[in-house]
T-cell receptor, first 116, second 113 residues
Framework: GENVEQHPSTLSVQEGDSAVIKCTYS??????FPWYKQELGKRPQLIID?????GEKKDQRIAVTLNKTAKHFSLHITETQPEDSAVYFC???????????????FGQGTRLTINP | DAGITQSPRYKITETGRQVTLMCHQT?????MFWYRQDLGHGLRLIYY???????DKGEVPDGYVVSRSKTENFPLTLESATRSQTSVYFC????????????FGPGTRLTVT
């Protein structure tokens, strides 16, 4: 089955700097890679996702890159702000029209702290 | 987000007791999921369901039972609670047609004493 590794487990950056979180996955059949943000005491919420037919996707200050050959994908946050402080989770899914295609396997999470 | 709810939000129970966590969604999503969240482990899938009366095991199903008689409800039962099942439990739902965003409920914090 799929295994997702996420690094680093904690990350502290100065406000205005960039933050990068990296994930690797094991199943080459996976083709959907979402990122979730979880604020303290709240539910996880999707912030960006990418499918395997795309190498990069941007949404304002957030971008995700995918390298299918190396089986890794990364989250990039530019011009960080205090409200970016949260736990971020990457995930991978086999996708497609197969049983269990909707399943997500999550990484262990990265606690991001933005220092003012 | 109000479309998926969980109850209770907090629960304290004793070892050996049966406890049921409820999940309800109003979007008519086909897929529903149960995760547990523990420090250092992220979110781990317990069970999921592709439709009413169709359920399957996830990564950590032992000690849990699910059912799905109606599309909108997906209860999770701990038949005989153990301290290792102390955790935060999240329910989620998503549309069909391949992998899509999962929408999470607010979570249930369960403590087994």
């Amino acid at each position: 089955g799929e295994n997702v590794e996420q690094h680093p487990s904690t990350l502290s950056v100065q406000e205005g700097d960039s933050a990068v979180i990296k994930c690797t996955y094991s199943d080459s059949a996976s083709n959907y890679f979402p990122w979730y943000k979880q604020e303290l005491g709240k539910r996880p919420q999707l912030i960006i996702d990418i499918r395997s037919n795309v190498g990069e996707k941007k949404d304002q200050r957030i971008a995700v890159t995918l390298n299918k050959t190396a089986k890794h994908f990364s989250l990039h946050i530019t011009e960080t702000q205090p409200e970016d402080s949260a736990v971020y989770f990457c995930a991978a899914s086999p996708g497609g029209r197969v049983q269990g295609a909707q399943k997500l396997v999550f990484g262990q999470g990265t606690r991001l702290t933005i220092n003012p | 987000d109000a479309g998926i709810t969980q109850s209770p939000r907090y629960k304290i129970t004793e070892t050996g007791r049966q406890v049921t966590l409820m999940c309800h969604q109003t979007w008519s999503h086909s897929y529903m999921f149960w995760y547990r969240q523990d420090l250092g482990h992220g979110l781990r899938l317990i069970y999921y369901s592709a439709a009413a009366d169709i359920t399957d095991k996830g990564e950590v199903p032992d000690g849990y039972v699910v059912s799905r008689s109606k599309t909108e409800n997906f209860p999770l039962t701990l038949e005989s609670a153990t301290r290792s099942q102390t955790s935060v439990y999240f329910c989620a739902s998503s549309e069909s047609q391949g992998a899509n965003e999962q929408y999470f409920g607010p979570g249930t914090r369960l403590t087994v004493t």
